[in-house]
């Protein structure tokens, strides 16, 4: 990034060469093109932005996770502060990128330390070239006879275990993880699946382009002269924007999709097949945060009738379904207003009831304005729609075993009746 006094010493450099055409001075011409000749202006950004080199550990940042859940500096006890580097932003920015990428180790460990879930590799019949996502299953997520939870969070960077990294580096784990879902589901019973929509691929470093040798025959000058000459070139013809925008040339990757799980919604599909419905439990419930919505209605979609036989209640907060856009049919818009709530964001209290906006799933206040933090907010209301909806099914199944069994008996009694 340019400072202050390099924009100026630039500025006065074009006001001057801008006037030097009137002036018809070629010996002012000629020493201003060499005064900018010797400016090399990749240097003068480079040295007003720091590396782009950052700790690998909580501890090396010198910052942790107190009693509360709240990340604070080790020495000072404050919060995270983004703009370590006034006037820097790129650099902030890739700094809160590195400490994001600490905090999604952290949470892993505590989803494995603190609530006993074990990793599961996917593909489930992966190789050792192919690259590998993973889900979290408690230990009952398969056996549990009864209930099953499933948690799936929205897009972009949040991993296994989280609503919002934002949340967990500038509020708390509590808010910004998922760790009280799967705590409190665990003591009430529920099996438990995290599942990890937005690991879709691998990403590593691209290999650099070999750079053709100019042909011996191509030209008579001296082949160090004519490097120098090419070099000169090339460096002419690079935008200045990308450079100011850039400085520091950072590697070039590409992506290697994971198979069958290149996308969010592919991945929730790929878990429903293999987990979901193999799993033990009658009732399985769902909690989808924003993009996890979306996924969901696509899921069923593609697996109606399965998701509508196995799927007890589900909870969504602040999804960006749409079920015009995603062509799901009457019968779905049917079994979702039934089945499904929204808790969405908006400034009316708690489960005030919100305008729907489309014929799917009832919309109720999440209380807060805060796309990222509806799912939090909205906590124990989840868990006691979910209390609720099992509840009328086991009365809805206990009634249609009553009528099954009055049935039996009237046939039982008529048939001795006769002989």
């Not at 400016?39 to 007003?48: S, W």
């Not at 056996?143 to 929205?154: T, Y």
């Not at 964001?345 to 304005?369: F, H, I, K, N």
Request: with cysteine; net charge negative.
């Amino acid at each position: 990034m340019l400072t202050r006094p390099c924009t100026f010493i630039l500025f006065i450099l074009w006001i001057t060469m801008a006037q030097i055409p009137g002036q018809e001075d070629k010996e002012k011409t000629t020493a201003l093109k060499d005064l900018l000749s010797r400016i090399d202006l990749d240097e003068l950004m480079k040295k007003d932005e720091p590396p782009l080199t950052f700790p690998k550990t909580l501890e090396e940042f010198e910052y942790t996770f107190n009693e509360q859940g709240q990340l604070r500096h080790t020495t000072t006890g404050e919060a995270f502060v983004f703009n370590a580097r006034e006037d820097l932003h790129r650099w902030n920015q890739k700094r809160y990128e590195a400490l994001g990428e600490i905090v999604t180790q952290y949470v892993y460990e505590l989803l494995e330390k603190k609530c006993n879930m074990t990793k599961v590799i996917l593909p489930v019949d992966v190789t050792e070239e192919e690259p590998r996502s993973f889900i979290y299953l408690s230990a009952d997520a398969m056996s549990n006879p009864a209930k099953l939870l499933v948690l799936i969070q929205g897009d972009g960077v949040v991993r296994a275990g989280q609503w919002a990294r934002r949340l967990i580096i500038n509020q708390d784990l509590d808010s910004g993880t998922q760790i009280p879902f799967i705590t409190r589901a665990k003591e009430e019973g529920y099996g438990v699946m995290v599942l990890n929509p937005n690991e879709n691929h691998l990403e590593v470093e691209r290999p650099a382009k070999p750079t053709p040798l100019p042909s011996p025959e191509a030209s008579d000058e001296p082949a160090e002269k004519r490097e120098r000459k090419d070099d000169r070139e090339s460096k002419k013809k690079r935008d200045f924007y990308e450079k100011y925008r850039n400085p520091q040339k950072e590697r070039e990757t590409e992506q290697i999709p994971i198979r069958e799980n290149g996308s969010p919604e592919e991945h929730l599909l790929y878990v429903w097949d293999h987990f979901v419905s193999n799993a033990a439990a009658r009732n399985v419930f769902i909690v989808a945060h924003s993009y996890g919505g979306l996924s969901l209605v696509e899921l069923m979609c593609q697996r109606e009738a399965q998701v509508k036989d196995r799927v007890c209640a589900v909870a969504m907060t602040d999804s960006v379904h749409n079920i015009w856009h995603q062509d799901a049919s009457k019968s779905i818009q049917e079994w979702l207003q039934q089945h499904c709530r929204n808790w969405v964001s908006s400034p009316e209290p708690l489960d005030t009831p919100v305008e729907p906006m489309l014929p799917d799933c009832p919309r109720l206040s999440a209380g807060t304005e805060r796309h990222e933090l509806t799912s939090w907010r909205s906590f124990n209301s989840i868990f006691q729609f979910f209390s609720k909806a099992l509840q009328t099914g086991d009365e809805y199944e206990e009634s249609s075993n009553t009528v099954t069994t009055r049935s039996s008996h009237r046939t039982k009694h008529e048939h001795n009746h006769d002989d």
